[in-house]
């Protein structure tokens, strides 16, 4: 019905039936048939068409990899309100990806972004005050929009605030709290927040120290592909923290 819907120049059903090809739903991924009909919904006003598009053209799929057109369909995309695209609008320019670096246009599209409640620009604020690249570095203001994608149940926000109460960045240490964070970012199945987890518990800083849970956390951690937890198990291993010691287990972990 969305095809047919979509022969008729419906924009909606365009993208709809683009998007299917995009993520295999009800049919098998086509990223060229995906590209075709989101071309059609993107001419035909679609934002959320010209969205996708803009994903093909940034990794390549179903046409070749260009920046600069990903650029052009993401920032008309945003021009027509759509979060997402506002939110990678802001990461081109911080990165510098189809267009110049400009610091303070990726500023302004994240903050657009994140008033329109973008999960993701909320966290990248974060990361923009954190990392201290673009500006000076501000850990309070980091924490604000840290805590905001948190709440919103953005994995990595939630582990990245977690850290900031571990370590007092932007807030006073408080361990309770960075636990919770952790263990948040664990539910939603974030390998770093296990991993995270893992050091808590190996650390023996917030408690005492507990190698058989940490053990529990990294495995977790390295199956989801934390190469922090596959370095940490493997020195577990090699040293009998937690499990018995055993050389070749540790060699497939370092």
């Known amino acids: 019905w969305y095809e047919k819907s979509a022969e008729k120049r419906r924009a909606y059903a365009q993208a709809r039936v683009g998007a299917c090809y995009y993520y295999g739903e009800g049919v098998s991924i086509d990223y060229k048939c995906a590209v075709d009909w989101l071309a059609k919904a993107a001419q035909n006003n679609s934002a959320w068409g010209m969205s996708l598009l803009a994903d093909c053209y940034y990794y390549g799929r179903g046409t070749e990899k260009d920046l600069s057109k990903a650029f052009?369909?993401?920032?008309?995309?945003?021009?027509?309100?759509?979060?997402?695209s506002m939110t990678r609008v802001g990461q081109c320019y911080y990165y510098g990806e189809g267009i110049g670096i400009d610091y303070e246009k990726a500023l302004s599209w994240y903050n657009k972004a994140a008033a329109a409640g973008d999960a993701w620009a909320l966290s990248l604020l974060g990361d923009y005050y954190y990392d201290g690249k673009a500006s000076?570095?501000?850990?309070?203001?980091?924490?604000?929009?840290?805590?905001?994608?948190?709440?919103?149940?953005?994995?990595?926000?939630?582990?990245r605030l977690g850290r900031c109460?571990?370590?007092?960045?932007?807030?006073?240490?408080?361990?309770?709290?960075?636990?919770?964070?952790?263990?948040?970012?664990?539910?939603?199945?974030?390998?770093?927040?296990?991993?995270?987890?893992?050091?808590?518990?190996?650390?023996?800083?917030?408690?005492e120290a507990d190698y058989t849970t940490a053990l529990g956390w990294y495995k977790k951690a390295s199956a989801g592909g934390n190469a922090w937890a596959m370095k940490q198990l493997g020195l577990m291993y090699c040293n009998g923290y937690g499990v018995s010691c055993d050389y070749n287990a540790a060699i497939d972990y370092l």
């Open 165 to 207: 109460y571990y370590h007092g960045e932007g807030v006073p240490v408080d361990y309770e709290k960075a636990l919770h964070w952790y263990k948040k970012a664990a539910e939603n199945n974030d390998a770093w927040g296990m991993s995270l987890l893992g050091d808590y518990y190996y650390d023996g800083k917030a408690v």
């Open 136 to 159: 000076e570095k501000d850990l309070t203001e980091a924490v604000k929009w840290y805590t905001k994608a948190a709440e919103k149940n953005r994995s990595n926000s939630q582990a």
């Open 72 to 84: 052009e369909w993401y920032e008309k995309s945003a021009l027509a309100k759509r979060p997402y």
